[in-house]
Each structure stands twice: as C-alpha cells, then as structure tokens.
C-alpha cells in the first residue's frame, strides 16, 4: 500500500500550484482523505481534509485559498492551492485512513511529502 504524493514546485507569491495524492495496493475504501504540512522545527499541521461523504474541513490560514477535491474511482486527493503567500512554504504530506476489508478500517496512512516554496 502506498501513497504517492506529487506537484509540488516552487511558486512566486500569488501564484498557484496542484497536488496530487495516489493511493494505491489492495484497498477496499478511504475513508478520510487529505493534506498536512511541516515546516522545520515545527508540528505537521492540518491543511485540508475530506471525508468519504464529501465534507471537507481546511485551517483557518487557507480557507478561500485552498480547495480539496476528491476521485473516489482513482483513490486521489488534490489540493488546489491559490493566491499562495511565503507563509504556505511547507512540505506538503498526503495522508488517508484506509479500509482494508470490513474488520479492518480506518488505517492511518502517510505518503512521502512533497516540497512546496513560495517566494515572496
């Protein structure tokens, strides 16, 4: 089981990128699905999360500027990340809680994170 993150890059303030999460192997569902980001010396923090449902929830700091969507059918997340400032600087990381059969749910699953830098 992987999930491999992709589309991150470096960006002029206002600008936008796209990020793309693949979750691939032996998966029966998803249930949660989205994006967290770390900078050094700092905790990963919540960006953007959605449920299987279609509700999302972002951080207070992208609200407006940010939007998940999900592709159930492909097992992928995207961020579409506009009007970026050097404060989204950040390595972006997928995460998904996957189901693996009916008794086995909601495990925790990270992808590799993916470098996003703003420059101001």
């Known amino acids: 089981v992987q999930l491999q993150a992709s589309g991150g890059g470096l960006v002029q303030t206002g600008g936008y990128l796209r990020l793309s999460c693949v979750a691939s192997?032996?998966?029966?569902?998803?249930?949660?699905m989205g994006w967290y980001r770390q900078t050094p010396g700092e905790r990963r923090e919540l960006v953007a999360i959605?449920?299987?449902?279609?509700?999302?929830d972002y951080a207070e700091s992208v609200k407006g500027r940010f939007t998940i969507s999900r592709d159930e059918a492909e097992k992928s997340v995207y961020l579409q990340m506009n009007s970026l400032k050097p404060e989204d600087t950040a390595v972006y990381y997928c995460?998904?809680?996957?189901?693996?059969?009916?008794?086995?749910?909601?495990?925790?699953?990270w992808g590799r994170g993916t470098l996003v830098t703003v420059s101001s």
């Open positions: 192997g032996s998966i029966w569902s998803i249930d949660g």
């Open positions: 995460a998904a809680e996957l189901n693996f059969c009916p008794t086995v749910r909601r495990t925790s699953y």
């Open positions: 959605m449920d299987a449902d279609g509700t999302a």
